[in-house]
């Protein structure tokens, strides 16, 4: 069985810091690409970062700069630090398999605010 865990979110300030991180298991991790995904209050899923298999990572626009990806392959853990948070941050931060988060865990809720 498929499993993904996510855990390291909360509430932060605006231009505080968290690291995010997923664990995965039942899967080949070290050999796949992982992707992390959010979802913003009242929006759709929307792709963060994806990082391959042997740990290159990929940003989009509002991530680049602000956000690392990077991963542990020896543990199946992949990690999310985020950086010079903002308030359109906030968001549950799901890991997932495919870009569009259709295999997703749980989720971890980044909430950032005063």
């Known amino acids: 069985e498929v499993q993904l865990v996510e855990s390291g979110g909360g509430l932060v300030q605006p231009g505080g810091s968290l690291r995010l991180s997923c664990t995965a298991s039942g899967f080949s991790f070290s050999t796949s690409p992982m992707y992390w995904v959010r979802q913003a209050p009242g929006k759709g899923l929307e792709w963060v970062s994806q990082i391959t298999s042997n740990g290159t990572p990929y940003y989009s626009n509002f991530a680049r700069g602000r956000f690392t990806a990077s991963r542990d392959n020896a543990k199946n853990t992949m990690y999310l630090d985020l950086w010079s948070l903002k308030a359109e941050d906030t968001a549950m931060y799901y890991c997932?398999?495919?870009?569009?988060?259709?295999?997703r865990g749980q989720g971890t809720q980044v909430t950032v605010s005063s």
């Open positions: 997932a398999r495919d870009i569009s988060g259709t295999s």
